[in-house]
């Protein structure tokens, strides 16, 4: 039996579009922060027989939920040789489809944990290059801190992997503002493919991710808080003008995004290094120094559909939290 740990990340530099769907390889590359909080634990026990199943939070994991795990293991099969089916219990230290990122973090511990299970020693590259064939954000989340995820341009998807930004001058935290919305939204994966087919700016959002890296990386190493500012903001904005440019248009935003939004916008104007981004869902996360994290999510409470504020320091990669034979 073992047990992996791996925790979410939210990207600075967006990730919105494929350049191969079977393989999960990203059109462009994107910059991320691993957040200590967001944590996701999996157990991973073998059997002979049988089925896989899946334990989420407790209670038995839906038909397709199962069926993406399963087919996660079946890579990990192939690479290892193995026919064993496996027993995957895993639990979410934050709430489980709330839009928060909580792929990134489970295809990241399940590729950590399946792996040592089933035998195998795999470098962390190549745990990546594994994790994003669950969820593209997962390769990031293998490491900790910032971390970079590189396109590649192989078929096979070999040069598609992250690996940690090292020389940042700012010390980056995250405070969350949780969005009761109550709707169904439109998946990422669903998302972006829609965006890819129909959104006339996708040609130039795509253009703009790799500057955005450059800028980004260079505004992190040198320390310039409101070039990062303009950046991240920008990298959220142009994604969602992407996505709402589609057609029909895809609006991830709503009343309460927009309002925190303005409330990060005016701690900026009151002196406080911030920044927001935004994700597939209507969750707005604030990127602040440790030190102001706390009265960030105090003002961000300010709003009824906020239900709640997560902060978080930035958080460690994927690791064995738990090894023992069976
Ligand atoms: O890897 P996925 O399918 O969870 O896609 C992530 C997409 C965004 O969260 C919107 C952006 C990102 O880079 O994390």
Redesign the pocket.
């Known amino acids: 039996m073992v047990v992996a740990s791996a925790r979410a990340?939210?990207?600075l530099?967006?990730?919105?579009g494929k350049r191969a769907k079977a393989l999960?390889l990203p059109a462009a590359g994107?910059l991320?922060l691993t957040l200590a909080d967001l944590k996701t634990q999996t157990e991973v026990r073998l059997r002979s027989e049988g089925e896989d199943t899946l334990l989420l939070d407790g209670k038995l994991a839906s038909h397709k939920a199962t069926a993406r795990v399963s087919q996660f293991l079946d890579l990990v099969r192939s690479i290892s040789n193995s026919s064993a089916r496996a027993d995957v219990i895993s639990e979410n230290a934050f709430p489980t489809g709330a839009g928060l990122?909580s792929?990134?973090s489970a295809f990241a511990a399940l590729a950590k944990a399946a792996t040592t299970a089933y035998g195998l020693k795999l470098s962390d590259r190549e745990l990546s290059v594994l994790a994003?064939q669950g969820?593209?954000?997962?390769?990031?989340s293998i490491f900790g801190g910032l971390v970079r995820?590189y396109a590649g341009q192989q078929a096979d998807g070999q040069d598609a992997y992250a690996e940690p930004v090292l020389g940042a001058q700012i010390e980056l935290s995250a405070a969350v503002a949780v969005v009761d919305k109550g709707e169904k939204l439109v998946?990422?994966?669903e998302?972006?493919e829609h965006t890819r087919l129909t959104s006339p700016y996708h040609q130039a959002w795509l253009h703009q991710v790799d500057k955005d890296l450059v800028t980004c990386t260079q505004a992190l190493k040198s320390g310039d808080f409101d070039e990062l500012a303009l950046v991240v903001e920008g990298s959220c904005l142009a994604?969602h003008a992407d996505a709402m440019a589609a057609r029909p248009g895809v609006i991830?935003f709503c009343g309460a995004t927009l309002w925190a939004m303005e409330q990060v916008r005016k701690l900026r104007k009151e002196g406080v290094p911030i920044c927001f981004t935004?994700?597939?869902?209507p969750h707005l996360v604030a990127f602040t120094p440790p030190d102001y994290v706390q009265s960030v999510a105090t003002r961000l409470q300010g709003h009824p559909d906020i239900t709640r504020v997560i902060t978080s320091e930035a958080g460690e990669g994927a690791k064995i939290e738990l090894s023992s034979s069976p």
Do not use: C, L, Q
């Open positions: 990340n939210i990207a530099v967006k990730y919105w999960n994107s991320s990122a792929s990134a994003r969820s593209g954000s997962a390769a990031r995820m998946g990422s994966t998302g972006m994604m991830y935004v994700d597939a869902g």
